[in-house]
């Protein structure tokens, strides 16, 4: 069956810190990759997205995320959180091929300590 | 450029009626997908329309039904409503091309409660 696992429900960090939200993957195939975030109230938007090529990619708001074909994770960093990073955050899968057909996983909500 | 909007933003319905939610995605935006987001079971893929076919549908029950227009808006509409459809419906719209390499930029939702 196809599923994304993003195995913490909540992370707190402190504001400075690094951060790393974790993500695997169950897919018949490698798919497109992708994290979102939601922050309260809001509709989702795209951090960054995997296809092929360099498998550590860059997102916005100073985000990144590596592919490990191996271990089906893509998990998201971040170097230095700010107080404004905290909200949901989404990883996702999606065909190759064949338009939309996204799988999201639970979510891991971000909580930022000054 | 404007983003995807959605209407309404809010519903409030009772068990057994029907309701139709409107998305207008972003202009020249061909693909519409639509997902349901709930405490329970997260954020579940409903449908997505291109050019006004349903090109992939998810595991949903026939009462969810949805529709593209000519100028790529979209409806969607479930019927008989039961309690556990209260959620924020989400549309997504993506490029011309609607190849998953577009970006899905996503509405605010409509969030519609069953009484």
């Known amino acids: 069956a196809q599923s994304v696992t993003q195995p913490d429900i909540h992370i707190t960090v402190s504001e400075g810190a690094s951060l790393e939200l974790r993500c695997n993957y169950s897919?018949?195939?490698?798919?497109?990759l992708f994290w979102y975030v939601q922050s309260p109230g809001q509709g989702l938007q795209l951090l960054l997205k995997?296809?092929?090529?360099?498998?550590l990619v860059q997102g916005i708001k100073g985000f990144e995320a590596e592919f490990k074909r191996s271990q089906s994770s893509f998990n998201l960093r971040k170097p230095s959180v700010h107080w404004s990073d905290a909200a949901e955050y989404f990883c996702a899968v999606g065909p190759r091929a064949g338009g939309f057909k996204t799988i999201f996983g639970a979510g891991t909500r971000l909580f930022v300590k000054a | 450029k404007a983003g995807v909007t959605q209407t309404p933003r809010y519903l409030i319905k009772t068990r057994g009626q029907q309701v139709t939610l409107s998305c207008s995605p972003i202009?020249?935006?061909?693909?519409v997908s639509w997902y349901q987001q709930t405490p329970g079971q997260g954020l579940q893929f409903l449908f997505e329309?291109?050019?006004?076919?349903?090109?992939n549908k998810g595991n949903f029950p026939g009462r969810f039904s949805g529709r593209q227009f000519s100028n790529s808006r979209s409806e969607m509409n479930v019927s008989t409503l039961e309690l556990g459809d209260s959620a924020l419906y989400l549309c997504?719209?993506?490029?011309?091309?609607?190849?998953?390499?577009?970006?899905?930029?996503f509405g605010p939702g409509t969030r519609l409660t069953v009484l």
């Open positions: 329309y291109f050019s006004e076919t349903q090109r």
């Open positions: 202009s020249g935006h061909r693909s």
């Open positions: 997504a719209s993506s490029g011309a091309s609607g190849v998953i390499t577009d970006t899905q930029y």
């Open positions: 897919y018949g195939a490698t798919p497109y």
């Open positions: 995997y296809f092929s090529g360099d498998t």
